[in-house]
């Protein structure tokens, strides 16, 4: 009775579509809303620390000198040994320089090398890098597209008989 249930299983899935990858030949899509590596703007963090206090772990580290407005950044970086993926440092931010990418490939062989220094401040680059690579949040891409949306609908004349309304902006 056993065999005959394991032959079923089998037989069920012999014919369908594998759900494994061959990875690192093939990588895989992930959804929208990965949580994975965080991207940063260091042009437009303004060293508030809401990131670094949000953490329940404390893997974000931030070195800075001045206070308030005349903050300068020195460094800023994540230790993904620790990090739980659990966003709370990303919704604070209330510049929206930091959120979650789907970058997901995070191995490493020593705990050190799991630490991603996303800016350190030097004499030869004085501006951060943006990593690993998205040209901005993902919120403001979104408003952006509306805002174009409107203003592409704005130069078309409306239709005889229809109003022009306003597009509200979300936030
Ligand atoms: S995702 Fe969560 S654990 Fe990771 S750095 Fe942000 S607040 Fe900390
Ligand atoms: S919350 Fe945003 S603006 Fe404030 S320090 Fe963190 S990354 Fe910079």
Same mark, same amino acid.
């Given at each position: 009775m056993t065999t005959i249930a394991g032959l079923r299983v089998t037989l069920k899935y012999l014919f369908s579509r594998p %759900?494994? %990858?061959?990875y690192p030949d093939a990588l895989p899509n992930v959804p929208e809303g990965w949580r994975g590596v965080h991207a940063y703007e260091v042009d437009r +963090? %303004?060293?508030?620390r809401l990131c670094e206090r949000a953490c329940p772990i404390e893997c974000i580290t931030i070195e800075a000198e001045g206070? /308030?407005?005349?903050a300068r950044l020195l460094r800023y970086e994540i230790?993904?040994?620790? +990090?739980?993926?659990?966003n709370l440092c990303a919704e604070v931010c209330p510049v929206e320089c930091l959120w979650m990418t789907g970058?997901?490939?995070?191995?490493?062989?020593?705990?050190?090398?799991?630490? %991603?220094?996303?800016h350190e401040r030097n004499p030869e680059e004085e501006r951060g890098k943006l990593w690993p /690579?998205?040209?901005?949040h993902p919120a403001r891409q979104k408003r952006r597209a509306v805002e174009a949306g409107a203003a592409a609908k704005a130069e078309k004349p409306a239709p005889a008989g229809e109003s022009a309304q306003g597009t509200e902006i979300q936030t």
């Open positions: %759900i494994t %990858i061959e +963090c %303004i060293v508030c206070k /308030g407005k005349n230790d993904y040994s620790m +990090c739980l993926f659990c970058e997901w490939d995070l191995a490493c062989y020593k705990r050190e090398h799991c630490i %991603i220094r996303f /690579g998205m040209k901005s």
